[in-house]
């Protein structure tokens, strides 16, 4: 298996990643019917936002914390909605890819979703 090395390799996760979670028992229907995401919307913005993270492309400029504290006030986002969204990720991840960047993605989604868990309950809902 080859590793994550450009932007192709970005979309072609994040498409199968989000293909995962928008059917998952546990965390599927806060995208699809909390968040109403679209495919068509959302993964462009998400491998924008991977890109950035795994390449330092300044391609991302939205605010994912903002987001999420938005998003907790429609649904409770639980430690085990964040479990969930990371232990799909990885598998993910490793049945694609494999070598040093497919090692970070996994990483930084860990460090993403100990952040928004941190931030989503203590910053108010409207960010000024």
Known sequence: MKDITQRSDIEHLVETFYAKVFSDETIGFIFTEVAH??????????SDFWETVLFGQNRYHGNPIHKHVELNHLVSLEKHHFDRWVALFCQTVDELFAGPKAEVAKT????????????INTLPTQFH
């Not at 995401?37 to 998400?46: C, L, Q, R, S």
């Not at 860990?110 to 931030?119: D, I, N």
């Open 108 to 119: 930084r989604a860990r460090t993403v979703a100990m952040v928004l868990q941190a931030k």
């Open 37 to 46: 995401v679209t495919p068509k919307e959302h993964f462009p913005v998400m």
